[in-house]
């Protein structure tokens, strides 16, 4: 027998701690791990690209902290928030400096807010291409 599963805030806040992040929160690029990210890739941190992130990630045979940091920025920027001009503008730099930091967000909760933002922002004018999440219906 199959059963409808919902995920929401009322459903995740139990099992997900409630430390957020902001979706209208800017982006930073003077956070130390989006500093030395740009300097491996020899850019400045606002023109840092998804592929340079994977080359990287593929590079790194042994899956440490760097990774795990590379493999947080790329879900983020990629998926969860990807901004409209294709390079990396991470909201979560600060949390990933501090790997134990990752396991207190609220994921399902900073997916769902910046979808809702996404859709917000995309429905106020017919002219943009939708660049955000996927909208789910």
Same mark, same amino acid.
């Given at each position: 027998?199959?059963?409808?599963?919902?995920? $929401?805030?009322?459903?995740?806040?139990?099992?997900?701690?409630?430390m +957020?992040?902001?979706?209208? +929160?800017?982006?930073?690029?003077?956070?130390?791990?989006?500093?030395?990210?740009?300097?491996?890739?020899?850019?400045?941190?606002? $023109?840092?690209?998804?592929?340079?992130?994977?080359?990287?990630?593929?590079?790194?045979? +042994?899956?440490?902290?760097?990774?795990?940091?590379?493999?947080?920025?790329?879900? +983020?920027?990629?998926?969860?928030e990807?901004?409209?001009?294709g390079?990396?503008?991470s909201?979560?730099?600060?949390?990933?400096?501090?790997?134990? $930091?990752?396991?207190?967000?609220?994921?399902?909760?900073?997916?769902?807010?910046?979808?809702?933002?996404?859709?917000?922002n995309?429905?106020k004018?017919?002219? $943009?291409a939708?660049?955000?999440?996927?909208?789910?219906?």
């Amino acid at each position: 027998m199959a059963s409808n599963l919902e995920v $929401n805030t009322k459903t995740t806040e139990p099992t997900l701690s409630a430390m +957020e992040i902001d979706e209208g +929160e800017k982006w930073k690029s003077n956070v130390p791990f989006m500093r030395e990210l740009a300097e491996q890739c020899d850019t400045k941190p606002g $023109n840092v690209n998804h592929k340079v992130v994977e080359q990287l990630m593929l590079a790194d045979k +042994e899956g440490g902290p760097q990774f795990k940091r590379l493999f947080l920025v790329l879900l +983020e920027s990629a998926l969860i928030e990807p901004s409209t001009c294709g390079m990396i503008k991470s909201k979560i730099g600060e949390i990933v400096d501090d790997l134990d $930091n990752v396991r207190n967000i609220n994921w399902c909760s900073y997916t769902i807010s910046v979808l809702k933002f996404a859709i917000d922002n995309w429905s106020k004018t017919d002219k $943009n291409a939708f660049a955000g999440p996927l909208p789910s219906s």
